[in-house]
C-alpha cells in the first residue's frame, strides 16, 4: 500500500484502541457511548475497506494471505446488528484488541524492523492483552451482582491485570466458584506469559542493535552525506567533512559491501550491499540525500571506475539535484564518470604524485596544501564564492578589498574554467565565481 495509506491505518488503528478502551472502562452518557460508537464503526470500515483492497491485490496466493492476515479481519468488527446485546458487544470489542496485532505488523514494516523477534512480541503483546482481557470478562461474568466491591467492567480489568502480574492488591477478590477458577487460570497462564514477554523484548533490542551494525536495515534521514563505497581513504574524508562547519551536525549514510559498519559510531548509519544496486540505495535514504562521495573499491584497480559510474548513474537518476564527486582510479576513465553524472572527479593518484614532486621542488608545498584542503588542520580555509555584487569592476580592485577583511584570492572560474592569478584589470562577470583562502566563507558584498 502506499505509504500516506499504511502511515494513516497506523494512526487511526491507535485511536480505535483507544477509543475501545474509553468504551469499556470511562463512564460516559447514552448521547457520547452512542457518538463514540459511531466513530467506531466508521473506523471499522475503513479497516475493513483495507483489508479488502489487500485482500484483491494479493491475486497470486489469497489463502496464503488470508491465512497471515486473519487478525486484520478480526479486528474490523463493527458493534452493529445483533452485536449490540450487552454480553456480545463486551466479547466484540475484546475481540477487536486484535488490532494490537495488526499494529504491530504495519509498524514492522514501516520501519523495517527485524521480523522473527518483532513478529514473536507483537504475537506476546496481543496474546497477553486477549489473557487479559478475556480474563476480566469470564470474572465479571461470575461476579456481576454478586461481588459487592466489583461495581463495573473496569474493576474486573484492574483485578485482572493484578493478578495477571501476580502483584495480588487484594482490594478485589472472587466470591464465587467460578470466579476463583478464572483467578487461578489467569494466575498460570501470568507467570509464564510475562516472563517471556520480557524475555523477548531483551531479545529485540539486541537484535535490532545488531542489525544496524551489519547494516540490514533502512536509514531514516534528509539532506545527508551518502558515502558509496569504501577505501582506506574514507575515513579521513568522512572526518574532514564533518569538520567543515558549513555541514556541522550533517548526517552521515555509508553505502559498502562489508560485514559490519566501518565506522560503528552512533551518529553514522550503514547499509550494507553494493552501492550501485537501486534496493541498497532506496535504503540508504538516497533520494533525500544531499551531497555524496563515492570512493573506488580497490584504489589500486582500473575496473572499480565502471563499478564507481555505475553507483553514482543509479544515484543520480533516484535523486537529479544531489551533489556527487567521485574518486578516479584511471585518467581514462574520467569521461565514464562525467558521463554517469558526476559534479566533480578527482584523480587521487595523479593528485598525490604531482604533490609529491613539488614538494621536494619547492619544501613545504605539501604541508601547505594539506592545510589549505584539510578542514581539521589550521584556520584558514579553502572557499568557493559567487562575484556577482563586483559585476563590472576590475579583477584587482576586488583582491584588494578582500585581502583587507583577510580573504587571499587564489584564482577565477568563468565559464567552467580556472584562472590562476589573472591580470588586476581583468573585469568581472556577474557569472564568475573565486577561490579563496579565508578563516570563514568570505564576505563578497563591495
Known amino acids: 500500500m502506499p505509504w500516506w495509506w499504511d502511515r494513516m491505518i497506523i494512526v487511526l488503528t491507535v485511536v480505535a484502541i483507544g477509543l475501545l478502551l474509553t468504551l469499556e472502562v470511562a463512564e460516559l452518557s447514552d448521547g457520547t457511548a452512542k457518538q463514540l460508537e459511531v466513530v467506531d464503526v466508521v473506523l471499522c470500515g475503513l479497516f475493513l475497506a483495507d483489508f479488502l483492497i489487500r485482500l484483491r491485490m494479493a491475486r497470486d496466493d489469497r489463502l496464503r494471505f488470508l491465512r497471515r492476515n486473519w487478525l486484520d479481519l478480526l479486528g474490523a468488527i463493527p458493534l452493529v446488528g445483533p452485536l449490540r446485546t450487552a454480553r456480545l458487544m463486551r466479547l466484540v470489542r475484546i475481540l477487536r484488541f486484535a488490532r494490537l496485532a495488526v499494529l504491530g505488523r504495519r509498524l514492522v514494516r514501516h520501519y523495517d524492523l527485524p521480523v522473527a523477534p518483532t513478529q514473536t512480541f507483537v504475537n506476546l503483546v496481543l496474546a497477553t492483552t486477549l489473557v487479559w482481557a478475556l480474563a476480566a470478562w469470564s470474572f465479571f461474568s461470575f461476579e456481576d451482582g454478586v461481588n459487592e466491591s466489583i461495581t463495573g467492567f473496569g474493576d474486573a480489568l484492574w483485578w485482572s491485570m493484578t493478578t495477571l502480574s501476580t502483584v ?55 539532506q545527508h552525506l551518502l558515502v558509496l563505497g569504501w577505501n582506506p581513504k574514507a575515513r579521513r574524508a568522512v572526518e574532514d567533512f ?30 550494507r550491499g553494493v552501492p550501485g544496486h537501486r ?11 544531499a551531497v ?19 553507483a553514482v548513474l543509479m544515484l543520480r537518476q533516484l535523486n537529479p539535484d544531489v551533489l556527487i564527486s567521485a574518486e578516479l582510479v584511471h585518467s581514462a576513465n574520467r569521461e565514464h564518470l562525467e558521463a554517469a553524472g558526476c559534479d566533480a572527479v578527482v584523480d587521487a593518484g595523479a593528485l598525490a604524485s604531482s604533490l609529491l614532486v613539488r614538494a621536494i621542488q619547492d619544501l613545504g608545498v605539501g604541508e601547505l596544501v594539506e592545510e589549505m584542503l584539510s578542514n581539521t588542520q ?39 574554467i580556472h584562472r590562476l592569478a589573472p591580470e588586476p584589470a581583468l573585469q568581472l562577470e556577474a557569472t564568475d565565481e573565486i577561490f579563496a583562502l579565508a578563516t570563514d566563507p568570505p564576505d563578497m558584498s563591495v
Open 168 to 222: 495480588g492488591y487484594g482490594d478485589l477478590y472472587p466470591v464465587t466458584d467460578g470466579g476463583r477458577v478464572v483467578a487461578v487460570g489467569t494466575m498460570i497462564f501470568g507467570v509464564g506469559v510475562l516472563g517471556i514477554l520480557a524475555g523477548t523484548i531483551a531479545t529485540a533490542f539486541v537484535e535490532l542493535r545488531e542489525r544496524g551494525r551489519r547494516g540490514l536495515g533502512k536509514a531514516r534521514m534528509k
Open 279 to 289: 534496493e541498497t540505495l532506496e535504503r540508504a535514504g538516497a533520494g533525500d540525500a
Open 292 to 310: 555524496a562521495i563515492a570512493f573506488a573499491e580497490d584504489p589500486a584497480d582500473p575496473r572499480a571506475d565502471p563499478r564507481t559510474a555505475l
Open 378 to 416: 589550521g584556520e584558514v580555509e579553502l572557499y568557493r564564492a559567487p562575484c556577482e555584487a563586483w559585476a563590472g569592476r576590475p579583477y584587482g580592485e576586488m583582491a584588494t578589498a578582500l585581502l583587507a577583511r583577510r580573504v587571499t584570492v587564489v584564482g577565477l572560474l568563468r565559464s567552467g
Open 242 to 271: 564533518r569538520a567543515d562547519p558549513r555541514h556541522a551536525g550533517r548526517p552521515v549514510c555509508i553505502v559498502a559491501d562489508l560485514p559490519e559498519s566501518p565506522l560503528p559510531t552512533a551518529d553514522v548509519s550503514y547499509v
